[in-house]
Structure formats: structure tokens, C-alpha cells
């Protein structure tokens, strides 16, 4: 046998192995780690997405809870996870791109210790006021809170948490003065805007729902660039703070040096199953939207929310507790 045939044989071999690596993935079960309690719109996604991995699969797709640390705990030990695809991160904006700025000592690098698989879901917040109040849309509280600067609060679940980074945003570009209280916990910070400590509140639309139901609280805005579908006369915070636009979203991450091979199955897999009708429907019903990307599409997408947020913390002088 020639040496030139010999070399060409084996790249033939190598070449054809290859594909086979992707369909050998996964050989035994997949761990989604998520840094948040079960009942939240994370582990909601985390879970609907490993059952419909785990049939698809046939394989077992555990979930777990590893709480603490807005998230980071769980972030840190996937990044330092074995690089194999068999140790996944559910992410969520808070441990992904808002982490980085908002804690000086992370130990891990939200952008480059991941190979970002796809982003799942994004979704709205709703600001919602007491019933009670004098505000009664968000041009209410525009005007309220020109008038009475440093006089108008609202409710968060925590430092750096969706709703408060949200909300400092729309006090920058509405150049606006409002001030946060925060409480643990999204629930909490809804009961602070029940008892009438606090003016408004940003929220997730299923929390908020119940009680807007109940005639409690009113919707006055929604933080999207358009009204959602569930709310379509709640109007955006865009139509009058203009180019205004926060969502939040969750996302599916690898470890860094996973390899290509792994994280395009990943990819196809989380996208073909994301797109389901029944699973579509079981998100809408959160107000979640499915909004998938490729690899490299979400890995620009977290570069470009990073940068916004860190913008965002910087101005507002945003810390931890």
C-alpha cells in the first residue's frame, strides 16, 4: 500500500467518523442545571425542555436546581464542568448578561467560558400600579415622576434583577427620577405595590396576571417594543420614550471547548423541539415567545447584551446587595 493512499484512506475514515461522533450524542444522560427555585419561568423552560429532549433522545434529561448568588453558583459550575455536553446551563439574563457588571469578582466569564448553544424564550415585563393610585397609564407616571423626582419608587425582586435594571433604563432614556426598594423575591415585591409602600412595579406577566385579574393593580405598559398578545391594550413603554426595548430571555450554554460537533446537535435538537406546536402553545400561555437563534447568532446576541447592560449598571450605579 502506497503512503499517498494510505493517508487518503484514513482522512476518508476520519472524515466519515465525524458525523457519527454527533449521532452518538447523547450516550447517557444530560444534566440542565438552573440557578433559580423551581415554579420560576426558568426552571418552567428548563423543564418542558428536557422532557421533549429526553423523548426525542431517549435519554434521561435530569434538571437541577442549584440556587444562590442570583444565578451564578449554578453558572460557575457548568463553566467548570467537563467540556462534553452532558452538563448544560438553562441561563437567564440576570446570570448571563447582566452578571458580568453587576458582581466585580465573578468567577467565571459569561461570554467566554460558555459555547453558547441558542437563546429559548424571550419575553416582556408589564409595569403594573396600584388600582388605587392616580396612575393610570404610563403617561401618568411620566408626568408623576417629572414632578416629584426622587419621590416615585418601585418594587424589584433584588439588585440587578430584570425589573430593577429595566426600570433604570427607562429612568435614563426618559430622563426620569425613580427609585427602587428592593425585596427578595418577585412575590414580595408585588405585595410591597399591594400594601401601598411603593408607587409601581415591573414584573413578569404570569406573576403579575392573578392579581390584575383580581382588579388589584392595572397594567400600564409593557417593556417589549410592542403590545403582546395577552395585553393588546397595554401599550409599550416605546410609544413614548422612543427606541426603548427591554426583554428578558433565557438560553441554553455549554461549557467553553465543547466541541463544534456537540453544539450543533444541541442546537438543532433545542430548535426542533422549542418549534413544536404543543410546546409553542405551553410557553404562550407564560407569555413566553420562542426565539431561537444558531450558535453563532446567540453568541453575538449575549456579546451585544452585555455591553448593553453593562452601559446600564455603569450610569445607574447598580451594586449588589
Not at 109 to 118: C, E, S
Request: charged share 15%; net charge positive; with cysteine.
Amino acid at each position: 500500500m502506497s503512503r499517498k493512499f494510505f493517508v487518503t484512506t484514513l482522512m476518508l475514515l476520519f472524515s466519515s467518523a465525524c458525523p457519527l461522533w454527533a449521532q452518538d450524542f447523547p450516550a447517557k444522560p444530560v444534566r440542565v442545571v438552573i440557578g433559580f427555585s423551581p415554579g420560576g419561568s426558568v426552571d418552567l423552560v428548563g423543564r418542558i425542555l428536557a422532557q421533549k429532549l429526553g423523548e426525542l433522545w431517549g435519554q434521561t434529561v435530569v434538571v437541577e436546581n442549584r440556587l444562590g448568588a442570583g444565578g451564578t453558583i449554578a453558572a460557575d459550575f457548568v463553566a467548570k464542568s467537563p467540556p462534553d455536553g452532558y452538563t448544560l446551563l438553562l441561563g437567564d439574563i440576570s446570570n448571563t448578561a447582566v452578571a458580568k457588571s453587576l458582581f466585580k469578582t465573578l468567577p467565571y466569564d459569561p461570554l467566554n467560558d460558555f459555547a453558547h448553544v441558542t437563546r429559548l424564550v424571550s419575553f416582556p415585563l408589564v409595569l403594573v400600579a396600584p388600582t388605587t393610585s392616580s396612575v393610570n397609564n404610563f403617561g401618568d407616571l411620566l408626568a408623576q415622576a417629572k414632578s416629584n423626582p426622587g419621590k416615585f419608587r418601585y418594587s424589584t425582586g433584588g439588585p440587578g434583577t430584570s425589573p430593577h435594571i429595566f426600570l433604570e433604563m427607562m429612568n435614563q432614556m426618559g430622563g426620569i427620577r425613580t427609585d427602587a426598594v428592593h425585596y427578595k423575591g418577585s412575590a414580595p415585591a408585588i405585595a410591597g405595590l399591594l400594601s401601598g409602600d411603593i408607587e409601581f412595579s415591573a414584573s413578569s406577566i404570569p406573576t403579575a396576571k392573578a392579581q390584575i385579574d383580581a382588579g388589584r393593580i392595572r397594567a400600564i405598559a409593557v417593556t417589549g417594543r410592542q403590545s403582546v398578545t395577552s395585553m393588546p391594550n397595554v401599550p409599550p413603554i416605546a410609544a413614548h420614550i422612543k427606541g426603548y426595548e427591554a426583554l428578558a430571555f433565557h438560553g441554553l450554554h455549554a461549557p467553553a471547548k465543547t466541541p463544534a460537533h456537540i453544539i450543533q446537535k444541541l442546537n438543532a435538537d433545542a430548535v426542533t423541539v422549542m418549534q413544536r406546536p404543543e410546546v409553542r402553545r405551553q410557553l404562550e400561555q407564560g407569555s413566553m415567545d420562542v426565539a431561537t437563534m444558531s450558535p453563532a447568532e446567540f453568541t453575538a446576541y449575549m456579546g451585544q447584551q452585555i455591553e448593553l447592560w453593562a452601559k446600564v449598571i455603569d450610569a445607574g450605579k447598580i451594586q449588589p446587595n
